[in-house]
């Protein structure tokens, strides 16, 4: 990953970052397994030289090549901006997951999600793997706390 030196405008913009999380995004990093909690960086500012853009991922694991994006409703006039954004953190080595607003309403179905998204990265580090691993299990006993309340209605 090739960082380049942030100008006076996004350095002031970093510092003003973490006032930017949206409720969704809070929430999406409260879901995460601890694993990936001590090596998320949440709004942190990236700015690489193939791009005239700093930008501020949801959160980021930067060593695992990942860029975790919760979109809002915002994001349905963005759709070219987004793309293009994602483009450039692909030719930076990161693998970008977007996960909507509303996937977040229910555990199970953001956890499938980020997983799915996980599982599309070629070669992934350990950390990654573990992540996956960690992740499967939560679903598994999300899922099975589910079937014992079905079970007794």
Not at 70 to 89: E, M, T, V
Not at 122 to 131: A, K
Request: charged share 35%; with cysteine.
């Amino acid at each position: 990953m090739v960082i380049r030196q942030l100008t006076k405008v996004e350095q002031e913009r970093a510092q003003e970052a973490e006032s930017y999380r949206t409720l969704y995004e809070k929430k999406a990093y409260r879901y995460l397994p601890d694993c990936m909690k001590k090596r998320a960086k949440r709004n942190v500012v990236v700015a690489f030289k193939n791009s005239p853009w700093a930008y501020f991922p949801d959160l980021f694991f930067e060593n695992e090549g990942i860029c975790l994006e919760i979109d809002g409703k915002s994001h349905k006039n963005r759709i070219l901006k987004d793309a293009r954004r994602d483009r450039i953190f692909e030719s930076n080595a990161f693998t970008t997951i977007r996960i909507k607003n509303e996937d977040l309403v229910v555990d199970v179905v953001f956890w499938q999600l980020l997983v799915a998204g996980l599982r599309k990265i070629e070669n992934p580090v350990d950390n990654v793997l573990l992540f996956i691993r960690e992740l499967d299990e939560m679903i598994d006993e999300g899922i099975k706390s589910w079937t014992q309340i079905d079970d007794y209605e």
